[in-house]
């Protein structure tokens, strides 16, 4: 299973950016987004189940991003509103083939894109 993620970028806090993912295999059970700041692990975000299209968030980023996906273009995707400066990490996409819920752990997921960096400036 091949990933690309794409869309980071420099945005002020407060601003909105939306990130994709576009992946080879569309046997994959589970769609999930995480991030890595600096110095810290890498953190769960959001995911996504590929054939309900049922999501499951980060306490810090409720509200404020929403993971979907397209059946059609096999893509996922993050639309991140409302910027904060802790916001500022690469993102990744995962794959997960197995459907054992959507896991926030990042060894649940097999397969990774390669990160796109979503840097937040105030």
């Known amino acids: 299973v091949q990933l690309q993620a794409s869309g980071g970028g420099l945005v002020q806090a407060g601003d909105s950016l939306s990130l994709s993912c576009t992946f080879s295999?569309?046997?994959?059970?589970?769609m999930g987004w995480f991030r890595q700041a600096p110095g810290k692990e890498r953190e769960f975000v959001a995911g996504i189940r590929w054939s309900s299209g049922s999501s499951e968030y980060a306490d810090f980023v409720k509200g404020r991003f929403t993971i979907s996906r397209d059946t059609v273009k096999a893509k996922v995707y993050l639309q991140m509103n409302n910027l904060k400066l802790e916001d500022t990490a690469v993102y990744y996409c995962a794959a997960d083939p197995q459907d054992f819920g959507i896991r926030r752990s990042r060894y649940a997921y097999a397969y990774w894109g390669q990160g796109t960096l979503v840097t937040v400036s105030s």
């Open positions: 295999e569309q046997s994959t059970k589970i």
